[in-house]
């Protein structure tokens, strides 16, 4: 009876295709796994049917295993930090040469030879004429401001997720939450890594004249003050709060059908990750257009606007883009932007929830010991 009651349960959920999509990453894509069911009651035992469906297997209750999504307290600030710092210096180090590709494609008046089909055209064209180092030039100022943002980043989403969770919908997950926290860590992300930003694409230009960070850094405080490290602040913040707005919240629903017990499952965070990335990085890219004209302030397309001095501002940078290219100017780099976010994003949380889970693990293993 108890066979028959569970063969209709699993029945039943074939309609549904979130049901059914979860159950196939929760499986880790394999045909032999367990299928996964959890019954009535909230017993905390799972049951499982082997790959014939002929049996049911009882497996260890879940409280046997430490609480991945509920830290130790006292110790989860630096967990998240840690955890985070480590997810954002990998992400940008290991998509940084689309990321320049990315940088040269939303040039609004590129030069002849700085003109690309595609991200590999790009990528070959640029190695080839400027040498195999090129496309990562730039990369040492990014990885050092990518461990700080990171790590305020997510020890700030983490906590203000759980914060506003818990006020909104006690004991459960809130959309609205996800969102808004992700918007709040955003502040603190962006205030620590807008200046590495304004370093990276000034060198990661076509013919740029700065060779070395530290001449870019000097030359920029010299020629233009402290305030062109923070000149496309707020449009940054424009173009990265709907963003990550977006990124949580599309990342949470997915983790809701692909892994609605919370468990660390890199199928599930490796999809979830790159299909938010994606679906972001889309909707963003006007604005992520306009904050590379600020930060670098392109040569050409200010001569041909007839603009003396700097851009200052999003309604300046925007007035400017639409003068250059009208609207379709805005889209510019769409292709290398979504291939730039998908794996990194990817990356970032599949990176993010090992960490947090080793270093979860290791906490209650101390704990333990105690």
Not at 315 to 340: C, E, K, L, P, S
Request: glycine share 8%; proline share 5%.
């Amino acid at each position: 009876m108890e066979l028959e009651a569970v063969l209709k349960e699993r029945t039943a959920a074939a309609g549904d295709p979130g049901r059914v999509l979860g159950a196939w990453v929760r499986r880790g894509w394999s045909a032999a796994g367990p299928s996964v069911l959890e019954p009535e009651g909230g017993s905390g035992a799972t049951l499982a049917f082997d790959s014939t469906g002929s049996r049911i297997l009882e497996l260890a209750s879940k409280d046997n295993e430490p609480e991945y999504e509920a830290l130790p307290e006292g110790s989860n600030v630096t967990t998240h930090m840690l955890a985070g710092a480590v997810a954002g210096v990998m992400e940008h180090c290991l998509m940084y040469p689309v990321d320049c590709v990315k940088t040269r494609m939303q040039s609004l008046q590129p030069d002849p030879a700085a003109r690309y089909r595609n991200v590999m055209d790009a990528l070959s064209k640029i190695v080839r004429t400027e040498g195999f180092w090129r496309p990562l030039r730039g990369l040492n100022v990014t990885a050092t401001g990518a461990g700080p943002a990171h790590a305020l980043y997510f020890a700030c989403y983490e906590k203000l997720k759980k914060t506003l969770s818990d006020i909104i919908r006690p004991g459960g997950n809130c959309h609205i939450a996800n969102g808004a926290a992700g918007c709040v860590a955003t502040l603190l992300h962006d205030a620590a890594m807008n200046p590495a930003e304004v370093i990276k694409q000034r060198m990661q230009m076509y013919n740029s004249p700065y060779r070395k960070v530290t001449d870019c850094i000097r030359v920029v405080w010299r020629n233009e003050g402290a305030g062109a490290f923070y000149r496309s602040y707020t449009t940054q913040l424009t173009m990265n709060i709907p963003f990550q707005a977006i990124h949580f919240m599309t990342y949470e629903f997915l983790q809701e059908h692909l892994n609605p017990h919370r468990q660390y499952n890199p199928t599930s965070h490796m999809l979830s990750g790159a299909c938010a990335g994606a679906v972001a990085a889309a909707a963003t890219t006007p604005l992520d257009v306009c904050k590379t004209l600020l930060n670098t302030q392109e040569s050409l397309a200010l001569n041909s606007s007839n603009i003396s001095g700097h851009i200052t501002g999003m309604a300046n940078a925007f007035r400017t883009v639409y003068q250059v290219g009208g609207i379709a100017a805005y889209f510019r780099g769409v292709q290398a932007r979504v291939i730039y976010q998908m794996p990194s994003t990817a990356i970032a949380w599949s990176v993010y929830e090992f960490f947090k889970y080793i270093l979860t693990k290791q906490q209650e293993k101390r704990r333990a010991g105690h």
